[in-house]
């Protein structure tokens, strides 16, 4: 079992940063491959980044590649998602997923940040 809560969303202008943390608790976290995925209003959720359970890895959706950096503290059982160059677009609730490579995907999810981008 993990759990995961995300922090860091809020209110940003256009063209500015923001970094969002995930904390997992469980003793499998380090064995996970996490990503970031996104659900804006009206639509679907999406994908966003991963990555594998070393850090060796990286995954990006095309929207967000340039802009994004996701990395991960095994120590410290937290993967962030560093966003820069923010446009409107991005705007949606912000979800950290595990997969703990059972065979399945993401199992695990948390219950989401909220990042707005003002223009």
């Known amino acids: 079992q993990v759990q995961l809560v995300e922090s860091g969303g809020g209110l940003v202008q256009a063209g500015g940063s923001l970094r969002l943390s995930c904390a997992a608790s469980?003793?499998?976290?380090?064995?996970?491959?996490m990503g970031w995925f996104r659900q804006a209003p009206g639509k679907e959720r999406e994908f966003v980044a991963a990555?594998?359970?070393?850090?060796?890895?990286?995954d990006y959706a095309d929207s967000v590649k340039g802009r994004f950096t996701i990395s991960r503290d095994n120590a410290k059982k937290t993967v962030y998602l560093q966003m820069n160059s923010l446009k409107p677009d991005d705007t949606a609730v912000y979800y950290c997923?595990?997969?703990?490579?059972?065979?399945?995907?993401?199992?695990?999810w948390g219950q989401g940040t909220q990042v707005t981008v003002s223009s």
């Open positions: 990555i594998s359970w070393s850090g060796d890895s990286t």
């Open positions: 997923a595990a997969d703990p490579m059972t065979g399945g995907s993401f199992e695990y």
């Open positions: 469980g003793r499998t976290f380090s064995s996970c491959a």
